[in-house]
């Protein structure tokens, strides 16, 4: 390929990804960044498995009760040396089917999302709070959460990401072991055990609620910056 033709490539895929934004309503990446409120803490001290590890010792899960009425476990995606994690809160019908976390429609919508960062899932990792479908997607339980949990805090210290998406009331408020709301939670990274925690709204959310786009936007463009990716528009 040609000097001429590189750049006349990463203009398409900039012109497409400009356009994406429009049609989707994430048309405020030229605003300001806030700060970042960061407090650092020495890393996670759970001893590293590989994710091969632990889904080996996951196994065909009996450790809560949702092992009774899932279809698959549904452990996780995408790269294992990822610098970006999105976790949600657990699967649904269509990932329950397929055993993958976020392939219904608002698993399509996050990849919209991450597409817009420039990434692509491959190159972030997406797993849930807990690995097994609710009946009827209700929450998960306090007894599920406690059994499930550490199998995500193994991921998480497996692929150290340095920074990890909460997407959601549910994902976020576990995560940060907080009841704040989401509102106050978005907007600005948190600490878990040396790794920053930025909480956005649901990709479910925004497909009730498309105006509310424009504020997950400026938190992905936060976690952009964090990570040194280009903010489209600006070189
Ligand atoms: S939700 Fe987690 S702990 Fe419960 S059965 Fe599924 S994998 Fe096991």
């Not at 033709?5 to 994406?20: E, F, K, Q």
Request: hydrophobic share 40%; charged share 25%.
């Amino acid at each position: 390929m040609t000097e001429s033709t590189d750049v006349r490539a990463l203009a398409g895929d900039l012109r497409d990804r400009l356009s994406w934004l429009k049609e989707e309503g994430f048309d405020t990446w030229a605003q300001s960044a806030p700060p970042l409120a960061i407090r650092s803490r020495s890393s996670a001290s759970l001893p590293r498995f590989t994710l091969e590890d632990i889904r080996a010792d996951l196994g065909d899960c009996q450790r809560c009760k949702l092992a009774s009425t899932r279809t698959h476990v549904v452990f996780g995606a995408g790269d294992a040396q990822a610098e970006l994690m999105f976790v949600g809160e657990g699967p649904g019908a269509d990932e329950d089917r397929k055993g993958l976390p976020f392939v219904g429609k608002a698993g399509q919508l996050l990849t919209k999302m991450i597409g817009a960062m420039g990434l692509s899932r491959d190159r972030v990792y997406i797993a849930n709070i807990i690995k097994c479908r609710p009946p009827q997607n209700r929450n998960p339980q306090a007894d599920e959460i406690s059994s499930c949990r550490p199998f995500l805090d193994q991921q998480i210290a497996a692929i150290r990401p340095k920074v990890i998406c909460a997407l959601g009331t549910f994902a976020a408020q576990t995560l940060l072991k907080t009841q704040t709301r989401i509102s106050d939670l978005r907007g600005h990274f948190h600490d878990l055990n040396g790794v920053k925690v930025l909480p956005t709204f649901h990709p479910a959310y925004l497909l009730r609620n498309p105006g509310e786009k424009k504020k997950v936007w400026a938190d992905l463009q936060l976690i952009m910056t964090d990570l040194g990716l280009s903010l489209p528009g600006k070189s």
